[in-house]
């Protein structure tokens, strides 16, 4: 990699989500070199993805790039490359685009979907972690309905337009409820000759309750929400299979072509991380300053990283406010650091968790305060705007909210690349050329 | 197809450009049943195509759900398919998801890329007629940054950085003036350890002068302005080849990953229509009725169609405006018909014509008017305004603008997908999948 050697330590972070680019933002790089490597030239805000994916945002408003963000940092150089590995004893990350010497490492790799190690679910189920994805589910589900018009089979048109959505986190909450809305609001109007009556959704959670990480109340209104908009709810419900088109879970089975997967995440290590030091979740643990132990230059921070502590016995939660946290942490480990001064163990600050349902309505549990309805949703907004990056974003995004509160349509319905089923071989033959 | 049988006379579109779009919106159709085809579910505005591909605009503000337009049309149906050709004598059109009876045929397929039988640059150049091969420009264009601050090679940088732009219509001097504000104004914030002073912008152009279809004083001013940005032109120069990496004209050879076509169009006809039928441009002769010779119930509208005439006896210009007044004109005569009324055949009326260079600066003709400088740019930007399809597209394209008339940098240049250079073999295993 064609990196200027400087007379400073380098710190290498691999990453640009939360985390990643918390860190390459906050550290004094006066006095750091700091690398960061991603292969994508932008951030993703990935709590929105679900927006994107429902055709509620154009994708450019939830996504920021990594230059422009990093424009006013000296000595801060990002590389857009895959991390092929890392060589912990040499110092060195290794990737399509060369080696990379380290000084300090950064690991801030995130977490990808975890399909259990169901390989037909993994094949045909349609994740939406990443930009793309959301794009390609958007694609396929405004396809499946123009598909859907032009068969009489009903079978088929019930298998095109039924949703089986994965995980009732607030991710699978917030898409079902999206979806619901499309359903009720906008697909009558785009498709008046087709009856979607028969277009079901269906919200699949293993656990006793949704929203199993939020108090039992706010659970039990997001529920009454999702009911009212006609989303139908399983807990306690485990998904077993995926063939040829039929969703078998522990309850009943679905017959569906979206199977959208909002289940279960995993931590993405790079190679080269010892066997021993992989935990729970597919995370990499690491001491009370996110410090790999027994190699003082390796760092691991956001969903990746395995901080078991006394309040988190089995790690943080795997979300974007531990992330931003812990990048904000190490940062400020290292401006201490140039000062000879040490820093306490990292302490996750929490400020609550939230999720919507749909227009005027969502959950909010913060310190001391639940609220629900309206002004949780107004909050909800407010929150999801602020963290956005950059100005235009929030315009743009705040345009649309407007929009879809006062006319429930703003067109951005695009099936700009049509989805292919094959997605995966399409991907090798890319990767190939 | 699954389209109703009514009562009614069916008239099917091909194409949801703007001559077809315009039809399906004007024609009465509670007097006729309208089926609308086009392979995208969107409609396109082409000529702000350039600024998506120089990162100033999102693709979904230039595009809208076809579904959306019609919405309120009655007895209007759109199907997103692709049309294999037609069967006159049948009165048969052919599509990937069956045959469909028409009793009026309305031909509305625009133009394609004319590389006037040139394979390798048919393989290696990088077009811009659609959504798609927008992005795909926008994502090239940023890779190649990518990558060539990653090699010592100053031959291969040059090749990454070096923009071809081969044809000076309005299309080609936008690009070009857009392509220079980049290189002035934000590439150097975005890439501090390259040196972009070895990155150059060729415009070629075979005829004597750009924008040969204006007046000499607005292509005289068009150059001035592009000179003054930093714009190479080349005027009475033609593209020969383009062989591993080095475009070879008439005048000087360029080496250059970036060669962007412009140059030619060419209509692109269904399959079915007589040879004879076809004339200069690869387009439809039609009468002054945009009637097929010999077949009253086939039309041809927007840059497919050949109407000769005293005033234009090659045809009209290939263009939007056209394109729409034919669009409006066939729906009046439709329209009329329904009264046993007759119409006068079709003429076009000029409004005349504009390109803008960059910020502050364009050329506008109109009748009786010519002007350029900052009034035009704004007479440009109003005009353009003014012709997006939504309001909500009309915001954000000028939240956009705003945005970049006192930033020069709103945030948009996200490689979402990279552009890989076997787009041809991708798309081959696409269809196939």
Redesign the interface.
């Known amino acids: 990699?064609?990196i200027?050697t400087i007379d400073l330590p380098r710190v290498v972070v691999i990453g640009a989500g939360f985390a990643g680019l918390k860190l390459a933002r906050q550290i004094n790089s006066n006095h750091y070199q700091v690398v960061l490597v991603d292969k994508?030239?932008?951030h993703t805000f990935q709590p929105l993805l679900y927006q994107v994916a429902s055709a509620g945002l154009?994708?450019?408003?939830i996504?920021?790039?990594i230059?422009?963000i990093l424009?006013r940092k000296p000595n801060t150089?990002y590389?857009?490359a895959e991390v092929e590995g890392v060589e912990l004893n040499q110092k060195l990350v290794n990737t399509n685009?060369?080696k990379i010497k380290y000084d300090y490492l950064v690991i801030a790799t995130g977490a990808g979907n975890n399909f259990f190690g169901n390989k037909t679910i993994e094949e045909n189920a349609v994740p939406m972690k990443s930009?793309?994805e959301a794009?390609d589910l958007r694609s396929k589900i405004?396809?499946n309905f123009?598909i859907a018009?032009?068969?009489?089979d009903l079978k088929e048109r019930e298998r095109l337009t039924n949703f089986v959505i994965v995980g009732a986190g607030p991710t699978g909450v917030e898409l079902a409820g999206a979806l619901a809305e499309l359903k009720n609001k906008i697909l009558p109007?785009?498709?008046p000759?087709l009856d979607l009556r028969m277009m079901k959704i269906h919200l699949i959670e293993a656990a006793p309750r949704i929203l199993s990480a939020m108090n039992e109340k706010s659970s039990s209104k997001a529920k009454t929400y999702l009911k009212n908009l006609g989303v139908h709810i399983w807990e306690n419900t485990k998904v077993e299979d995926y063939i040829e088109g039929t969703v078998h879970t522990s309850n009943e089975d679905f017959y569906s072509d979206n199977l959208i997967w909002a289940a279960g995440v995993k931590g993405q290590i790079p190679k080269g991380i010892d066997a021993s030091n992989i935990g729970r979740g597919n995370r990499v643990k690491v001491n009370g300053y996110c410090q790999l132990p027994g190699d003082e230059s390796v760092f691991v921070v956001g969903d990746v990283a395995l901080v078991e502590s006394e309040a988190y016995p089995n790690g943080h939660p795997m979300m974007g406010s531990v992330a931003m946290q812990q990048g904000a942490y190490l940062a400020h480990f290292f401006n201490r650091k140039l000062k000879n001064k040490s820093v306490q163990p990292f302490e996750y600050n929490d400020k609550g968790s939230m999720a919507t349902v749909g227009k005027n309505r969502a959950v909010v549990e913060t310190k001391g305060f639940k609220f629900q309805g309206i002004f949780a949703w107004f909050v909800w907004m407010f929150v999801h705007l602020m963290l956005l990056v950059?100005f235009?974003?929030r315009?743009?995004v705040f345009?649309?909210w407007m929009?879809n509160y006062f006319k429930y349509?703003?067109?951005?319905?695009?099936?700009?690349?049509?989805y292919?089923?094959?997605k995966r071989?399409?991907k090798k033959?890319?990767n190939a050329?």
């Open positions: 990699m064609n200027p994508n030239n932008y154009e994708p450019d408003s996504a920021y790039p230059r422009k424009r150089y590389r857009m685009i060369g930009l793309v794009l405004l396809q123009e018009l032009n068969t009489h109007k785009d498709f000759d950059g235009r974003n315009v743009v345009v649309n929009w349509n703003n067109g951005l319905r695009l099936i700009i690349r049509p292919y089923k094959s071989e399409e033959n890319k050329a």
